[in-house]
């Protein structure tokens, strides 16, 4: 074979393989580029929060609400207050949990057409739910899954002491039961015959279930 013909195939392989292994660049950037993709998504929906109960009439809303910006569902039967009686009581100002180092300001979410308020820098009191001062009832406090907030509930224990501030006088609380739940199931907020205390925030692969921490009121 001549010279020339010989470097003309020898050109044309080199040329061939670096296409193939351009191929190869491209493909290898492509599936990286997918996976970190699909990480920054995971991220973002771990980090946004979401709530979901059942309406009134027991069935599931049609799409989730978002924990982060948007009010929370309750049950109807949560709604049916006079907003009288709650002016005559001290709401909690004030939850503390030393073990976590929470220490966060509470404000009453009032009900606006069936739902919740929820709040951005604080703990949300849900009325509806029993008062510290009254001697049955389930008090019901919430706050977003982020730091600063409700993330370190993530790392509570049976024992921990949790203490409620109102205005004039401060209520201590022993946790006695920790569980996460479906956010369908909502008889977590549900009255109590005994005065309990119950703190819920989201917790699962991308929010997907609530925890929840249940104290008792030490006498």
């Not at 059942?54 to 907003?83: A, H």
Request: hydrophobic share 35%.
């Amino acid at each position: 074979m001549p010279p020339s013909i010989r470097k003309i195939k020898t050109v044309r392989n080199k040329s061939r393989l670096e296409k193939n292994v351009k191929k190869i660049k491209l493909t290898r950037l492509f599936f990286l580029g997918t996976g970190l993709l699909f990480l920054l998504l995971g991220y973002y929906l771990s980090t946004s929060t979401t709530f979901q109960t059942k309406n009134s009439s027991g069935s599931l809303p049609n799409q989730v609400v978002s924990f982060v910006s948007e009010p929370v569902k309750i049950d109807k039967n949560l709604t049916n207050y006079s907003q009288n009686e709650f002016e005559l009581k001290e709401p909690p100002e004030r939850i503390i949990i030393p073990k976590l180092e929470i220490d966060l300001t509470v404000k009453e979410a009032k009900v606006v057409k069936g739902y919740w308020e929820v709040f951005p820098d604080k703990a949300g009191f849900g009325l509806g739910s029993a008062y510290p001062s009254d001697e049955s009832g389930n008090q019901v406090i919430f706050a977003h899954a982020r730091e600063g907030l409700f993330l370190p509930l993530r790392g509570a224990k049976i024992g921990q002491k949790i203490f409620v501030l109102t205005s004039d006088k401060w209520y201590s609380y022993t946790i006695s039961d920790i569980k996460e739940v479906l956010p369908t199931q909502i008889e977590v907020i549900a009255p109590t015959q005994d005065p309990i205390l119950t703190l819920y925030t989201c917790s699962g692969y991308a929010d997907s279930k609530r925890l929840i921490v249940v104290a008792k009121r030490d006498q």
